[in-house]
């Protein structure tokens, strides 16, 4: 598996059509998306949007055609984007409260659940989860990391 890297549209594109209601990548608006793939086929991808550097933070949306599209060094490599290449404190997620396994995905890597928007998706609440970045160095994929920081893409 490698890092799919500067193809933003299509990644972006491809993960929202897996958000039943994003409907496709468009809505992120102004992005940048990470792909896994294996024998170029996508079997995950994130989208960071929403970047505001005033506040330093983005949000990411995530979607993957199997449960195992993810290896620590991939993870490392991905969240190197927000937190190391633009320097944000904090990543952003939103999930539906009926999405369960898409949660506990979030919660795997560090993310906490910290709030809910009633009816924030329609007739499902809106589970808003965050990931600082000192929770993130102290996460245990990013001290697998050789002198504590990633690979570079490249190398995945």
């Not at 952003?92 to 396994?101: F, L």
């Not at 009816?119 to 160095?137: Q, T």
């Not at 996460?139 to 995945?156: I, L, T, W």
Request: neutral net charge; aromatic residues 10%.
């Amino acid at each position: 598996m490698r890092l799919l890297i500067g193809h933003d549209e299509l990644v972006a594109e491809w993960v929202g059509q897996r958000i039943p209601f994003m409907g496709n990548g468009k809505s992120f608006g102004p992005c940048r998306a990470v792909g896994v793939v294996n024998d170029d086929m996508i079997l995950g991808g994130v989208v960071f949007s929403d970047y505001r550097p005033m506040f330093s933070s983005i949000e990411a949306s995530f979607a993957s055609a199997s449960p195992r599209w993810l290896t620590p060094n991939l993870v490392r490599n991905i969240l190197s984007y927000p937190f190391d290449q633009l320097g944000v404190n904090r990543i952003s997620s939103h999930t539906p409260r009926k999405a369960g396994p898409a949660r506990r995905f979030l919660q795997k890597f560090g993310f906490v659940e910290e709030g809910v928007m009633r009816e924030g998706f329609g007739d499902d609440d809106c589970i808003v989860s965050g990931l600082l970045a000192s929770d993130w160095r102290s996460h245990r994929y990013y001290r697998g990391a050789v002198n504590g920081e990633a690979q570079s893409p490249d190398a995945a």
